[in-house]
């Protein structure tokens, strides 16, 4: 895998289209720039205050848009060091994170927000390695 750093995020603005009825969201192209292949992709619900943290995928790349709400996603390499970064109202954008990365996220918004996962990589429990949210430590609630 090498070595992976969280240097290696990307963060793409995305298109918000406001439209009479409700607005359109962009979120992936093939030509876009973080996109390697289709896997799958799926959504989760996080309330406010909420934190669902920690995991590290060994081969999946990660595509995570916020298209309602907000949230912060804390992410960790082998060096030790953390990077957050803020998406959803205010910031519709994209992350694409590579595998070898630990990563948390928090809801931030009230009563709670959507993430969508573009993964180029089916869901398969053997390629996902968790800890305990207290075995990285790291002050959620900080923004």
């Given at each position: 895998m090498g070595n992976i750093s969280i240097d290696q995020i990307?963060?793409?603005?995305?298109?918000?289209?406001?439209?009479?009825?409700?607005?359109?969201?962009?979120?992936?192209?093939?030509?876009?720039?973080?996109?390697?292949?289709?896997?799958?992709?799926?959504?989760?619900?996080?309330?406010?205050?909420?934190?669902?943290?920690?995991?590290?995928?060994?081969?999946?790349?990660?595509?995570?848009?916020?298209?309602?709400?907000?949230?912060?996603?804390?992410?960790?390499?082998?060096?030790?060091?953390?990077?957050?970064?803020?998406?959803?109202?205010?910031r519709y954008s994209r992350l694409t994170v590579p595998p070898g990365i630990w990563f948390g996220f928090e809801g931030i918004f009230s009563p709670k927000s959507l993430v969508l996962n573009v993964a180029d990589f089916q869901h398969d429990s053997q390629e996902i390695e968790r800890k305990k949210i207290d075995e990285i430590i790291y002050k959620w609630g900080v923004a």
């Open positions: 990307l963060v793409t603005p995305l298109k918000r289209i406001t439209t009479e009825g409700g607005d359109v969201l962009h979120a992936i192209k093939i030509s876009d720039p973080g996109f390697e292949d289709f896997g799958e992709a799926y959504f989760s619900l996080i309330e406010n205050g909420a934190i669902k943290a920690w995991k590290k995928h060994i081969k999946m790349t990660l595509n995570l848009i916020v298209p309602i709400g907000k949230v912060k996603f804390v992410f960790t390499d082998n060096s030790g060091n953390f990077r957050y970064e803020i998406i959803g109202e205010g």
